[in-house]
């Protein structure tokens, strides 16, 4: 698909410059650090005030 945009005089594109902007990780914005800082700050507190939940395993059947 790539190869197609490329070759194709409308777009104006190389394969580099169309590749360069399929990185997805230049598209989730603050989404990373925003799930670090609710498992520490959020979950974190739950799991040290409650241990023994951690414990438990669960099966699960579909």
Do not use: W
Not at 2 to 13: E, M, T, W, Y
Not at 20 to 28: R, T, W
Not at 51 to 62: C, K, M, N, R, Y
Request: aromatic share 6%; hydrophobic share 45%.
């Amino acid at each position: 698909m790539v190869d197609r945009i490329a070759a194709d005089p409308a777009f104006g594109l190389t394969k580099a410059e169309i590749e360069a902007g399929l990185i997805p990780e230049n598209f989730v914005g603050r989404a990373p650090q925003q799930v670090e800082e609710f498992l520490a700050n959020v979950l974190q507190p739950i799991f040290d005030g409650c241990p023994d939940v951690l414990d438990q395993h669960a099966d699960l059947s579909v």
